[in-house]
Nanobody, 128 residues
Framework: EVQLQASGGGLVQAGGSLRLSCAAS????????IAWLRQIPGKEREGVSCISSSDGNTYYKNSVKGRFTIARDNAKNTVYLEMDNLQTEDTAVYYCAVKPGRWNVDRVCRYPLTMDYWGEGTLVTVSS
C-alpha cells in the first residue's frame, strides 16, 4: 500500500532553516507527481511546492519563492523540502502528498486537495 512518512519538522527561530523529508513506499515513486502542502492554524490547507514525476518541473507558492527548494531522489523514493530564511508566517503542519501520473505542477499546487495519497504531517514552528 501507499505509505508516506514526513519528518524534519521542529522549532526554529525566524531566519533559520529546516529540511523536511518524505519517504515513500508501496508504489512506483517515479511515476507520481509530488506535493508539499501545509496547513496554517485556522486556515485551509495550501500548496507550498510541487515537483513533476518525470521532467523535474517545479512550482513554488509565491511567498516561499527564493526561500524553499523542492527536490526528489527517485533512487531513495524520497522528496525533500529545503526551507531557508523561515518566517513566523511559515508556521504550519506540513504534509507530503502524491498523485499518480505526470501532472502540471502549477495546477496541482493550486488544487492540493485533489492529491490522491497523503502522509501524516510534520509540525514546523517558527519563533520570532
Amino acid at each position: 500500500e501507499v505509505q508516506l512518512q514526513a519528518s524534519g519538522g521542529g522549532l526554529v527561530q525566524a531566519g533559520g532553516s529546516l529540511r523536511l523529508s518524505c519517504a515513500a513506499s508501496g508504489f512506483s515513486f517515479d511515476d507520481y507527481t509530488i506535493a508539499w502542502l501545509r496547513q496554517i492554524p485556522g486556515k485551509e490547507r495550501e500548496g507550498v511546492s510541487c515537483i513533476s514525476s518525470s521532467d523535474g518541473n517545479t512550482y513554488y507558492k509565491n511567498s516561499v519563492k527564493g526561500r524553499f527548494t523542492i527536490a526528489r531522489d527517485n533512487a531513495k523514493n524520497t522528496v525533500y523540502l529545503e526551507m531557508d530564511n523561515l518566517q513566523t508566517e511559515d508556521t504550519a503542519v506540513y504534509y507530503c502528498a502524491v498523485k499518480p501520473g505526470r501532472w502540471n505542477v502549477d495546477r496541482v499546487c493550486r488544487y492540493p486537495l485533489t492529491m490522491d495519497y497523503w502522509g501524516e504531517g510534520t509540525l514546523v514552528t517558527v519563533s520570532s
